[in-house]
């Protein structure tokens, strides 16, 4: 039998890069072939399949900003990638991607599934970008593609704010290989052996600045130190977070990190009390389900996403967006209460190991491509 052929399309960085590799590297290659078109200014690393083969992979001019001559040249340039290697599924990733992989696929007469790692009108406080954003979202809804949401709370959002029918939108949970090793460090510790940590960009997305402002609040009851791992090139507001810090006399409470490798942020999670999400939305977050699978205990804020891994009371608590009192509760008791926070942390990973897992729940996405 032919082997099925997807194209996946995306700007692969963060956790939409993630995403793919984790597919890539467990999908059965004896019945599916996966090509890679992703942007000029992306990742570096090759894809590879699951015996350690390179994926092959194209280069277009996807990027993350809106810029009308480079997005009018993707559409070109993919249109004429998807010609030759006429593939029978396009899965489109994220918001650039999801709106080249429709619009080319209605061309070509190729099913499209699409996943948003989280709606980019979601990304905004601008009223007008947002319904600018929304209402793309809504024009490219149904037709020939397929909604695949990362989270039953995103699979919702799509159907009652997006538009799309409730029979082409289904779930696949994100998931992760489990964890068997805790590497050690490659760089520098240079932090206290007792802390909370949390993993995000300084951006609107993560909500870095309510989080300082929880730990300050946290801190004048019961001192912890904070950990804040992802603060990479594109971090629009860590020049607000540090001018924050430094507000709130917090410079020896707080550390924030560059982009590193997995296997440190494994290794800084793993010895950490617990971890902290004050994100305004998500798609499913891979941090906080990698915290599951290090049996790690989670205080998050109430978006989708959070809200689908983290069930309040059992593997840790969910608290309001903009509930700073909440959050420093929380964090307390969880502080406070080790009898409470071992019970937590044994939650936490019997809920990835029953839901989150890859190794078991890739056949069934391979299953949805195939219909």
Known sequence: MAKLKIVHLLHSIGGVDVYLRLILENMNIDSFE???????????????????????????????????????????????ILKKEKPNVIHAHSAKGGIVGRITGRLLGIRVIYTPHA????????ILKRSFFLSIEKFLAN??????????????????????????????????????KIHPLTI?????DEYICTVGRPSYQKNIEQMIRVMHEVNKENKIHLVIMGVGPVSGQLKSVKSLIQELDMSNDVTLLDWTERTDVFNIISHSKFYLSTSRYEGMPYAVIESLALSKACV??????????????????????????????????????????????????????????????ISELESIYLK
């Open 300 to 361: 998050v804020t109430n978006c989708d996403g959070n809200k689908d891994l983290i069930i309040d009371n059992h593997n840790g608590f969910v608290v309001g967006n903009e509930d700073i009192n909440g959050f420093k509760c929380r964090i307390l008791k969880l502080l406070d209460d080790k009898e409470l926070l071992d019970k937590f942390s044994k939650n936490a990973f019997h809920l990835y190991a029953e839901k989150h897992n890859i190794k078991k729940n």
């Open 34 to 80: 996966n090509i890679v078109i992703h942007g000029t200014k992306d990742t570096i690393k090759p894809f590879f399949d699951k015996n350690g083969n390179k994926v092959k992979e194209y280069r277009v001019s996807i990027f993350r900003d809106i810029s009308i001559v480079d997005d009018i040249k993707s559409l070109f340039q993919t249109y004429k």
């Open 119 to 126: 709606f980019s009108y979601l990304s905004t406080q601008n």
């Open 143 to 180: 037709g020939n593609s397929l909604l695949l949401a990362t989270s039953r709370s995103e699979k919702k959002r799509a159907t009652e704010e997006v538009g799309y029918k409730p029979e082409n939108a289904i779930v696949f949970n994100n998931c992760i290989e489990p964890i068997t």
């Open 188 to 192: 520098p510790k240079t932090w206290p």
